[in-house]
């Protein structure tokens, strides 16, 4: 029985000069990234009539296409602009998460292994996606790590990087937690199975320092210097298990829904802590006086 490949919410993507709505089939059995995994991606969002540093995940997508050895084919102001064209085929009603995408057609002439630069192909996907911003989760330490950079394309958003997360979550979820505390390979803390994390402990703000090992996001990079701003003192240290195990409070970051408070730990409960929630005050205020310094 054939599987329905249509999306499961309205979706717009820009594929060789053109949008196309629903699913386009762009990548045949053939092509590098079906079968070799060539892909590399980043993901913004467009809410409220904003769409906060949606200039830098614009940036990055292209950083992760070099990394991963193709050619980008756009700019990233290019990029930004499709972005806000495709963002009004919507109805605005509906958060949108913005997915720029590379891939590669070919392997080299040396290797079919390694990517061809010159076959990268561009895309870009928009498709409505609710925020779900502050919506507590629970966590399990996973059994599984976080890959060296020694060992895996860690320098790029990639999209091969994504199964180890899949199995962390299933395997938490079969646990019954919502998702999962990813280690390095020294057994440090590194994120979550899909978010960067942050702890408090005596009024400090904690988060794992960026180490290679996972990615380090855009919007932990904002939160880290918002609270600064506010008075906050913000560590990027080494963050233990029992560091978290033992913390006052723990909260996660990352572009889907910006913030939300961890409200279990293995079987410790915790509440929603003052930090997670001054956080996404801060983070929805900056977000929000980017709308009035562009009018």
Partial sequence: MSVDTSPKSTTWTFVDGEWLSGNPKLIGPT???MWLGSTVFDGARW???????????????NRSAVNMGMKPTKTPEEIEALALEGVTKFDGKTAI???????????????????????????LCLFEAPMHTARPSSLTVSP??????????????????YPNSGRMIIEARNRGFDN????????????????????????????????????????????IGLLRQEGYDVRE???????????????????????????RFEERELQPGPVAAKALELYMDWANSTRRAAA
């Fill in 31 to 33: 092509s590098h990234a």
């Fill in 47 to 61: 809410f409220d009539g904003i769409s906060p540093d949606l200039d830098l995940h614009c940036q990055r997508i």
């Fill in 97 to 123: 998460y913005i997915k720029p995408m590379y891939w590669t057609e070919h392997g080299t002439s040396y290797s079919v292994v390694a990517p061809d630069a010159e076959s990268t192909r561009f895309a």
């Fill in 144 to 161: 599984f790590r976080r890959p060296s950079p020694e060992v895996a394309m860690t320098a790029a958003k990639a999209g091969s990087l």
């Fill in 180 to 223: 999962a505390l990813a280690r390095d390979m020294n057994g440090n803390v590194a994120e979550t199975a899909s978010s960067n994390i942050f702890i408090v402990k005596d009024g400090v703000v904690f988060t794992p320092i960026a180490n290679g090992t996972f990615l380090a996001g855009i919007t932990r990079s904002r939160i």
């Fill in 237 to 263: 240290a080494t963050v233990t298990v029992e560091d978290v195990a033992t913390a006052d409070e723990i909260f996660t970051s990352g572009n889907y829904s910006k913030i939300g408070p961890v409200n």
